[in-house]
Every structure is written in structure tokens, then in C-alpha cells.
């Protein structure tokens, strides 16, 4: 059979499994850029199905997929997304928060690749017209303690990330956010803002599939082994058996390299590969939101609490959508299944008792549940930012693996690192 790809080269599971099967003719994709038709065959790594398979597709995957989609040396590229819709895990429940890179310590990859995927980003929005604010935001201090947490922000931004903050007068505060409260000091990051998350991953998808990429819905990963058995390590390539999670019915397919961006599922895709005695264990901290639709008190900038050292998260703070719309969120309630996604009622005190503190005219009878999201760990309590239990990204070549970059405890700032992560993703493997 002869396939020729149509939809921007969406395809789904069952069609890929029909093309790479087929053993009279080999695959043919479309070229959008150039209109050329590239025959592909699964005898080796050079002529593998796919030059590299982006195992998930949230906002990293997307990002990921189109870095390489774009790379010269790069003929094929294959995203596979074991939902119906790309980015419907963390990457379409979180705050939208694009990141300043202020919280997570020198010489992290969160701190580098959240200041560079910052750039990147209103780089990217500003050109395709993704919506996106600069709204700026506040950390609030209440006493001593978190004033001087708020100092030691802001001199590490200063003298050693040159990353732009500066102090909020009281008059000042008092002038452009009267309802907030911070009785010991206010720290202002200017270049803190919000997207459109779901924008984004749209923009990214068509850059992907303009750049001649493939995404395959609803294509769950099962199982990975090396090509030419334990002993060839990935240098023959790799072989994926993949499940239509429509039909339930399984195939596989060839790919010279394998990039792990599965999010909740990238520790069952490691331990796919890895021998038990490497295995990992996957934490899931799920934040819930609650929705703020009163106009009362009016708040126009984002507003964090001052950040307690080893704490799973930034603090349940104030965020806004484009529109202006407040909510709150997230906690930190850990949980054992990535599928407990229904908002914690139980949870709703102790978010009033936590934004009351910067927001004391609250009405806490408007607050509603509005939903909740998933942040992939890889230690049970293991802080966000710098302090105890802190765990970076993990982002490598796996030793002893060819072909194979892993990513893994990519939770905040995950969204706002995104394009950083595609930029060292891509050198990774093409140095």
C-alpha cells in the first residue's frame, strides 16, 4: 500500500499501524515545506520508520517535535500522544504562568532554561500572535522571615541571574493594588506574564506539522526495546509497540532515536527501557484551583506569597486568565493516581485561610472549584524551588543508551521552559 498523508500529517494509531506493516510498499510522507515524498522502511536505524519518536504530546512534546521537525538533518519526526487531543494532562492545568526563572537556585536547568524559554516564548507569541500578557508580579512578605526570603530573591536575581526585580513602595502599592495586603515588603518581577496555554500548543502543532511532522493520536507506548536485541543498546535503532487506545489493538514501529516528554507517564516509559534495579517511582502533587467570579476586589497583577523553603509548591497565589478573571491555586495535595483530577472541596478552607493573608476582602463565599491539575515528581515532598527536597528537570542522554534522551520531573516551570527544552533537546542529539 501507498499512504499519503492528509490534515497536516495527523494520523492515528490504526493508520500508522496499517502504513508500517505493510510489506509491499514502503511508507511515503508528504514534505510540506518543499512537496517532495520521502520513502521510509524499519531494516535499521538509518532506515528506521522515523528518524525520531517524541513520546508525548503536551506543551514540551509539541515544543520538542517541532525543534527537530525543523532540524535539516532531521527527515522524520513522529509525535505520540496516547490521548485523542494533544496537551489535555498538565499542559492544560496549570496557571499559564509564564515564568520569570527567579525560585531555582543557581546552576539548575530550571533556572537556565526557564530564563531562556522565557525569551523564547514572548519571542514566539509576539510573532504568531499567541495571546499573552505582561502582567508582572508580586511576592508578598507578611513578617521578617519572608521579608528577608523576598531579599535573598532579590539579590540572587540581581548578582547572580540578571533577572529584573525590584522593591514596591507602600505608596506605590497602596496606589496600584490597594486590596493586597504584604505588611513586611513587596518584590516586583516585571517580566513575569500569562499565555494562553492552549494557544500555544495550537501554534506549536502547526509549526510541527508545517515542518512535515507526524502526530499520532490516541497511540499509547507499551513497550521499548533496542533493535538487535539488549546487546546493540539503540545503536540499530529502536522498536516501539504501540497500542490504539480506539481499537486496543497493538503494532510497532522503528525509530532511530527515542525522546521520553511523557510527563505523568515519562517514569513508565524510563522503566520500559531501564533494568528493574533503575527503575523509578513517579509522585503526583495535584494542585487544585478555585475560581474567583466576583469584580471584588479588583486585582490587575499576579500575587505569590514569599516562598517557604521546601515546599512542593510557589503557594497558593492569584492568577488571571487574558480576560482578567481571578482564580486561585494551586495547592499541594499529593495523591496516588494521575487520574485524581476532580477539585478537593475538603482543600477550599485552607486556600481562603492562605489567600486572605494578601487578600483580606475576600468574599469567601464566591470561590468556586474550578479544576485541578497533576505535577509530575520524582520525590514524595520534593520542593519546586531551591531548599530542601529540591529536584531539578532531568533532561539527558541515558549512559550505556544510544539514541535515547529522557526527560524526566519536568513540572514547573515546565510551560515556560518549553522552547528552552526543544533548544537542548535538539543539541543533545545533534550537538
Known amino acids: 500500500m501507498t499512504l499519503f498523508l492528509t490534515q497536516k500529517g495527523r494520523l492515528t494509531a490504526a493508520t500508522i499501524r496499517n502504513a508500517v ?35 508525548g504530546g503536551g506543551v514540551v512534546g509539541l515544543a520538542i517535535a517541532q525543534q527537530l521537525a525543523g532540524n535539516s538533518s532531521s527527515p522524520s519526526t513522529l ?42 516564548l514572548y519571542e514566539l507569541c509576539e510573532k504568531h500572535a499567541v495571546p499573552h500578557k505582561r502582567v508582572g508580579k508580586w511576592i508578598v512578605a507578611q513578617n521578617q522571615a519572608q521579608r528577608e526570603a523576598l531579599q535573598r530573591i532579590h539579590d540572587f536575581c540581581v548578582n547572580e541571574i540578571n533577572v529584573p526585580v525590584r522593591w514596591v513602595s507602600h505608596e506605590e502599592a497602596q496606589r496600584r493594588e490597594p486590596a493586597v495586603r504584604a505588611e513586611a515588603g513587596i518584590l516586583e518581577s516585571p517580566t513575569t506574564g500569562i499565555v494562553d496555554s492552549h494557544a500555544l500548543m495550537v501554534c506549536l502543532q502547526g509549526r510541527f506539522e508545517e515542518a512535515g511532522g507526524t502526530v499520532a493520536l490516541a497511540s499509547a507506548v507499551t513497550a521499548i526495546r533496542p533493535v538487535g536485541g539488549a546487546s546493540a543498546n539503540g545503536k540499530e535503532g529502536w522498536e516501539l509497540t504501540v497500542r490504539d487506545t480506539t481499537t486496543g489493538e497493538s503494532f510497532t514501529i522503528t525509530t532511530s532515536t527515542i525522546i521520553n516528554s511523557a510527563g505523568l507517564g515519562a517514569v513508565d516509559i524510563h522503566n520500559m527501557i531501564v533494568p528493574p534495579s533503575q527503575h523509578k517511582q513517579m509522585f503526583y502533587a495535584k494542585g487544585n484551583y478555585f475560581s474567583y467570579p466576583t469584580s471584588s476586589p479588583k486585582v490587575s497583577t499576579l500575587i505569590y506569597p514569599a516562598p517557604e523553603p521546601g515546599a512542593g509548591g510557589l503557594g497558593t497565589h492569584l492568577t488571571l486568565d487574558l480576560a482578567g478573571r481571578i482564580k486561585f491555586g494551586p495547592d499541594v495535595e499529593w495523591v496516588d493516581s494521575p487520574d485524581d483530577l476532580a477539585v478537593n472541596l475538603a482543600r477550599l478552607p485552607e486556600a481562603i485561610e492562605a489567600v486572605k493573608k494578601y487578600l483580606p476582602d475576600l468574599d469567601d463565599t464566591q470561590l468556586q472549584p474550578d479544576y485541578a491539575g497533576i505535577r509530575p515528581k520524582l520525590g514524595k515532598a520534593g520542593a519546586v524551588a531551591q531548599g530542601k527536597g529540591f529536584v531539578d528537570f532531568v533532561i539527558r542522554k541515558e549512559e550505556g543508551c544510544e539514541g535515547w534522551v529522557n526527560l524526566l520531573n519536568i513540572e514547573s516551570p515546565g510551560l515556560t521552559s518549553s522552547l528552552a527544552i526543544a533548544e537542548k533537546v535538539e543539541g543533545l542529539l545533534y550537538g
Open 79 to 120: 509525535l505520540l500522544e496516547r490521548h485523542s487531543a494533544v496537551g489535555t494532562e498538565t499542559s492544560s492545568r496549570n496557571s499559564e504562568v509564564i515564568h520569570a526563572g527567579i525560585y531555582y537556585g543557581a546552576g539548575t536547568l530550571k533556572t537556565e532554561l526557564c530564563i531562556r524559554g522565557k525569551n523564547l
Open 21 to 55: 506493516t505493510s510489506s509491499v510498499l514502503p511508507i511515503i510522507r508528504t514534505d510540506h515545506h518543499h512537496g517532495r515524498l520521502r520513502p521510509f522502511s524499519n531494516t535499521s536505524a538509518s532506515r528506521a520508520d522515523f528518524t525520531h519518536a517524541v513520546i
